[in-house]
């Protein structure tokens, strides 16, 4: 199944495009690394399809279910009332660069919040799911702290671990380990690296060229809003065939 | 789990309910007048200005006393009435007539120079206006004030003597040759003056400057020249002649039967009554021919009034000990100050109450999608911090009536104060709680937004918590100058602490009252600071 699908999104910041004419689909389990440089529109691209930006052109399904569409005549994109919107925002999760917990909740509270209180599940459920969740990222003995308390990395687990309290079908990742120190950067990546063996659909924005090798199915360059090249990562990362997405791999190495 | 959490839901509820409660306890206790009867027939709202001893002041348990409102309790008396005392600012008293919030002023009121602008009692007290001098001074006779600076009440008798229209050509030159003619607000800021030598002499009502020299013992003399003579009636609004002659023709049997003469007497007055050469003795009769029953009545009242006559006396007695030089100490001026504190303590009380809310509304609609929307919070937050408080009160207190022609009920006087100070105290917090709101990152709102939260979710749950731990030092700031800012109310003769304090002050011809004021202030700031900082350390749980 397509979680995913995206056909000709455009955007534009004070009338400069920033993507233009994007198509992208993502299978269910499936793991997808969007590489580029910075100003290419990679995060724009998250931030449409989280509807953090509203697109200007263009379509999006999630499951399968026009969300986003566009009017024949006027060619003006269409979206769903407030209340259907945040009933699809239950499909996904998004893990940002600057983690963005609330510092005024304890980190359990942070994981549990919405599932109870926008979602409506029953509280104990929630709250051991939430427990097993922080055990699986590494920080059972952390549930009463506040994020100021935490160090980078440990504020990342828990903002995944929020992310994942909310069951979604797919996570977002928007450069999750850009804000981090090197050597807390792995711990992060192994979290992930363990979702998507655990199956998780996940599209991730990152400069960690090598991880992206690792753990994606598939990867897409993109540069100046467009989509330059995409495939396996064998193909993309270690044998690319345009010349935008060589120099871009060259200046990563020396 | 969800036990516990109705339980913390009814604690709150319980919490705030015993916080309204407080609340509406301090309003009534500090301002019984607020819920008292609304203006209608069977009242007399006199108005006076409080700190003009010895017509009106107020006296050492705190009452309101002097030899006007002795008159004024004797006349409601016979007539049946409730007489309320409603202090006021004197620079107010027109509007204050004119609005309906007082029937009459009855203070002291020089008619000369104002026959037109009020419907008229004949005069009662004959009085001059005087100088005062201190007793070491080289003045000695009028023409000694040349060069030299003079004080006089703001729109007193003193100061139309010397530059009113009506004003004599040898007083216009006489203050054309001082250096200066300084306008003061009352009686004791002159005498402040004086002692301190800003100003060379003070000019006023000799009934007021015996007073004053009484009290204040022999530092002071009196030039044996005059400045000008003039005459006390009673001032109703243009046009009311039924109520002037109801109260005048009381005022003319009360001079009959001598209880007037009494009660000047107790006020040490006696030199300076002139009603009696203003009893119409035909109009009497007259009265007599042409209405038999109110002579009847006026033979009934007459075995009442002396009765009434002793009991003034006792009354008067009192007040004569009360009046007497003596000042008092610290404790006592405490204990007076205490009934304005509370009026201060309600004035603060509400306002918070009010324009906390009112200010969150406000920024709402400063930063609403919509131009409109926007700008009329724009220019309602620029009126409200461009212009002075104080003026912005006096538009509340008389606005209904000078822009809609409305009548003010009685305790619209202490409504208004809290309306004038909520609407501006809104406008500060709303640009304070705008700099709180846009101090939250952004990104706090995009993660609420990705994980549902709905736009008034997000504001209640996210944003919200995050903006009161950030205002808390602005608005800290904001309450301790509304502590102060309070005494502003005076603008509307609403009697807080500090009104009261310079009430007490001019009654006590002292400024002790003035430095316990400001201690009081200071201990009330103090537990405000106080307050303040355990609530934002109790918000330093995180960072």
Known sequence: ?254 | MKESNKGKVQRRMLLLAAVLLAGIFVWFGSDGTAVQAENDDSTLIVGFDASFPPYGYQDESGEYVGFDLDLAQEVCKRNGWKLVKQPIDWDSKDMELNSGSIDCIWNGFTMNGREEEYTWSVPYVDNSQVVIVKADSAIHKLSDMAGKIVAVQADSSALAAFTGEDATDENKALCESFQDLQQVGDYNSAFMNLESGMVDAICMDIGVAKYQIESRGDAFRMLEESVSSEQYGIGFKKGNDTLRDTVQNTLFAMSEDKTFETIAKEWGLTDCICLKEYVPALLVEEGDMEDDEKSQTSYVEEGEEIVQGEKVQEDTANNTEGKSASKSDFLSIAKQLGKGMLATLSIFFFTLLFSLPLGLLLTFVRMSKYKVLQWIARIYISIMRGTPLMLQLLVVFFGPYYLLKMNLSYSYRFYAVIIGFSLNYAAYFAEIFRSGIEGVPLGQREAASVLGYSRMQTFTKIIFPQMVKRVMPPVTNEVITLVKDTSLAFALAYTEMFTLAKQIAAAQTSILPLFVAGLFYYIFNFVVAFVMEAVEKKLNYYR
């Open chain 1, 1 to 254: 199944m397509k979680v995913l699908e995206m056909n000709h999104v455009k955007k534009r910041f004070d009338g400069k495009e920033v993507l233009k004419d994007i198509s992208l689909t993502i299978e269910e389990g499936e793991v997808v690394s969007i590489i580029g440089p910075s100003g290419s529109g990679k995060s724009t691209l998250l931030r449409c399809a989280t509807f953090l930006e509203q697109m200007d052109g263009g379509t999006l399904s999630y499951s399968e279910h026009p969300v986003v569409v566009e009017d024949e005549e006027t060619k003006k994109v269409i979206y769903p009332p407030k209340k259907e919107l945040r009933e699809v925002l239950m499909d996904f999760g998004l893990v940002f660069q600057n983690f963005n917990l609330f510092p005024h909740y304890s980190v359990l509270k942070n994981v549990v919040d919405a599932p109870i209180c926008i979602q409506k599940r029953e509280k104990e459920e929630v709250y051991e799911e939430a427990r097993e969740l922080l055990a699986k990222v590494g920080l059972a003995d952390k549930e009463n702290a506040y994020p100021y308390e935490l160090s980078g990395g440990q504020q990342q687990r828990v903002a995944i671990a929020r992310a994942l309290a909310m069951n979604p079908k797919m996570l977002y990742f928007d450069e999750p380990t850009s804000a981090l120190d090197p050597e807390i950067t792995a711990g992060i990546l192994k979290i992930m690296k363990q979702l998507a063996e655990d199956n998780m659909t996940m599209a991730i924005v990152t400069h960690e060229i090598d991880f992206a090798r690792v753990v994606s199915d598939r990867v897409i360059f993109m540069d100046d809003g467009m989509i330059v090249e995409e495939g396996k990562p064998e193909d993309v990362i270690d044998n690319p065939k345009n010349e935008r997405t060589k120099a871009f791999l060259k200046k990563l190495s020396y």
